[in-house]
């Protein structure tokens, strides 16, 4: 890490008058995109459009951190291309095969067909604004 | 030295790559262009199907009406090259050594202990689960062989994406069946001196006399014909060599007649080649800059100019943009249509070594200003901040108009996905 992207290059380490005793204990601020895994080859961020999924805590605008290698499991939310469109939606695995089960309770489940390509898992989830 | 290479290559790359996010992109032919909407630089296997080739320029083509349903994307780089990165994080986290050869092909240290049928079935499966790209792998005891491998594992659907050219039998019977063009290294011009001795096929060029291929080739060609006879001469490069030289050369989007819009255009390619000279830690001593008509052009004079300096070594935009400035203004006639333009920067040295008995720059705060500068713009995206000089409003930029989102790199572009 270059100097100035900890900000003006003072680390809180590089003091002028007396030596600072925190000078061996630098260790420079919480990086997010290390916590969320993002430098490694499996995630991809995906921003969340709609409100079907509200009930089960995912927002409209929200950035989601989805997983390519994660297995998917009943339950899980994740990230679905079919039919030319990209959607979010909770699985579920019924009767021997896989579902899409709508936010909305009045709405029927989806079966998970041949031409429904699971593209990822949804790990973790960042909201910008609360 | 490995007992065995791959080679792992991503299928239409460019294509691959932005199928990944586009669903409507699935099954229908897709075609990248070069910059500048030029010309046709990647495409799917729908896409060659309805003929289009390589090199096609895309104004001559797009109109044609049996081409209408295919899907033309202007060239995504930023997205190329982090679906790039994640393919070759997949494999080294997978095989002992990865060298990235190109942007969509990678040699591999297949040292496993492991049988490499199904290793590397697995390997090609975990890349189009993971970084979502489809891929063909082939292998052997060489380099040569295993980029010969992979192009026959593209070439041939039924082989499902692999080739093992290990066993000398098998590739002794491919060898007898190929003709020599096909090797990595044996170009055209070289094909054809070949075909003058009457060597055609691999199998005559493995045949012929050492000697008498060093010696009609050099020892470069002396090379490709021990590596085809299963000796290993070219180890894995994990080190990219030092730059020699570097270049930021672009079409324009439409001729530029106006000196201030070149002045404008050359400044920012100045500066685009100080941000990459500054990302090696190298500075420069030898700018260049060239500007051109379009040799196509009817009724045109062709006009190529270059001017070339020696400066003090620098790494600083403002010190190379005007350099660069200086030196395009001497090259520059008005009434000419211009085409392109370009700066290269030569004798690249690393970076704050030089002695500098007489220098006149001020090596440590230009070091400090650009440092700030790269930070921003690593932060904020590329060319949030920059000299003004390179412009604002950039009416020659490059021609993008079907560039896709940076799904990956940019977060006000990444893939939406609808709740359901």
Known sequence: MTGSDKGGGYTGAETTGFVSPAGDHIEGPIDLSQILDLRRPHRFPVRVLGEALVERGILPGDILITDTAAEPRHGSVAIIMVGGEVLVAQLAFRRGQWWLRPGRRDQPPVPVGEDTQLWAVVAALVRERV | ?420
């Open chain 2, 1 to 420: 030295m490995p007992a065995t290479y791959g080679l792992i290559d991503g299928n239409s790359f460019y294509c691959s790559a932005e199928r990944v996010f586009d669903p409507a992109l699935h099954r229908v032919p897709v075609v990248v262009l070069s910059n500048n909407d030029g010309c046709a630089i990647a495409r799917t296997p729908e896409a060659k199907a309805l003929g289009i080739r390589m090199g096609d320029p895309w104004h001559l083509v797009r109109g044609r009406a049996e081409l209408r349903p295919v899907r033309w994307r202007s060239s995504n780089y930023a997205l190329y090259g982090d679906m790039s990165r994640r393919v070759y994080q997949v494999l080294a986290e997978r095989v002992p050594r990865v060298e990235p050869y190109s942007i969509d092909e990678m040699f591999l240290d297949l040292d496993v202990p492991r049988d490499l049928a199904s290793f590397c079935a697995g390997l090609r499966a975990a890349v189009l689960r993971i970084a979502k790209v489809p891929t063909c792998v082939g292998w052997g005891p060489t380099k040569t062989i295993a980029k010969l491998a992979n192009g026959l594992a593209k070439d041939h659907a039924e082989l499902g994406g692999l080739c093992d050219l290990t066993d000398p039998a098998e590739r002794a019977a491919w060898y007898q069946r190929l003709p020599v063009g096909e090797v990595w290294g044996i170009g055209s011009r070289t094909q054809e001196k070949l075909a003058r001795l009457g060597v055609a096929s691999i199998a005559d060029f493995i045949d012929a006399d050492p000697r008498a291929m060093r010696d009609l080739l050099t020892v470069v060609g002396g090379r490709v014909q021990a590596e085809l006879r299963g000796t290993s001469c070219l180890p894995l490069q994990m080190m990219v060599a030092t730059r020699k030289g570097l270049a930021c050369t672009r079409s324009f989007g439409r001729p530029v007649t106006r000196w201030s819009e070149m002045r404008e255009a050359v400044a920012a390619y100045a500066h685009r080649a100080a941000e990459k000279l500054r990302a090696e830690e190298l500075e420069a001593c030898h700018p260049a800059v060239f500007m051109h008509t379009d040799p196509h052009a009817k009724g045109e004079r062709y006009q190529h100019l270059q001017h070339a300096a020696r400066i003090e070594p620098t790494g600083d935009s403002r010190d190379l943009i005007a350099e660069a400035v200086r030196m395009a203004e001497g090259l520059w006639r008005d009434g000419l249509r211009y085409a392109k333009a370009g700066v290269v920067l030569n004798d690249l040295v690393p970076a704050g070594q030089q002695a500098r008995l007489f220098a006149t720059r001020e090596p440590r705060a230009s070091a400090r200003t650009m440092a700030v500068m790269d930070a921003i713009n690593r932060q904020h995206g590329a060319g949030t901040l920059r000299p003004a000089a390179t412009g604002i409003a950039r009416s020659w930029s490059t021609r993008r108009a079907m560039l896709s989102p940076r799904y990956t790199t940019h977060i006000s572009e990444i893939m939406q996905a609808t709740a359901l």
